[in-house]
């Protein structure tokens, strides 16, 4: 449960990052009334067809389950486009790289290779929801200037997990 209150945490700072430019609203899968709204999808799509920008928060709401199958779920739920990761490192890697410096990074990997290789970028539920799904992931880093800008643009940051390789 202080995992899930600390995702709202942190979406909050991320809405008032965002509501300097735009707007964003936090759903979140525990209710802490005053503070969030609860997840509702149809108030969620509500705020997608306003352009609006929709953050969710506090997992699925369930103990056992990850952030990470908590976003693949929520993804698939809005018919999003691409699931984006963002992580302390540039993509995936064959190899933790701060343990192993010749460790090789990939730019394009299919969910088979992920499983195959047990790379362990998501949990195993995440990553096969996401492949069940046809749910395009990319995988970038959090602390590179303007690197969710970059994907945003088009740029190829990070690495892109797909149906094929």
Same mark, same amino acid.
């Given at each position: ?28 899968? =525990? /209710? ?37 199958? /908590?976003? /693949?779920?929520? /993804? ?44 362990? =970028? ?13 749910? @395009? ?7 590179? @200037? ?9 740029? @190829?940051?990070?690495?892109? =997990?797909?149906?094929?390789?």
């Amino acid at each position: 449960q202080m995992g899930m209150l600390a995702t709202i945490m942190n979406a909050l700072a991320l809405r008032d990052a965002i509501n300097e430019h735009h707007c964003a609203s936090i759903f979140s899968a =525990v /209710a802490v009334t005053g503070v969030v709204e609860q997840f509702e999808r149809q108030a969620v799509l509500q705020q997608l067809n306003k352009n609006n920008i929709v953050i969710f928060a506090a997992g699925t709401g369930h103990p056992l389950f990850t952030t990470d199958t /908590a976003a /693949a779920l929520r /993804a698939i739920e809005m018919n999003a486009d691409i699931l984006l990761k963002a992580t302390k490192v540039d993509g995936i890697y064959s190899a933790d790289p701060h343990k192993d410096p010749q460790a090789k990074r990939y730019q394009h990997l299919s969910y088979d290779d992920v499983i195959q290789q047990n790379l362990q =970028v998501m949990d195993l539920t995440a990553i096969c929801l996401c492949r069940d799904h046809n749910l @395009p992931l990319r995988v970038f880093s959090m602390t590179k @200037p303007n690197g969710l800008m970059d994907i945003v643009l088009g740029q @190829p940051e990070g690495t892109e =997990v797909g149906v094929t390789s």
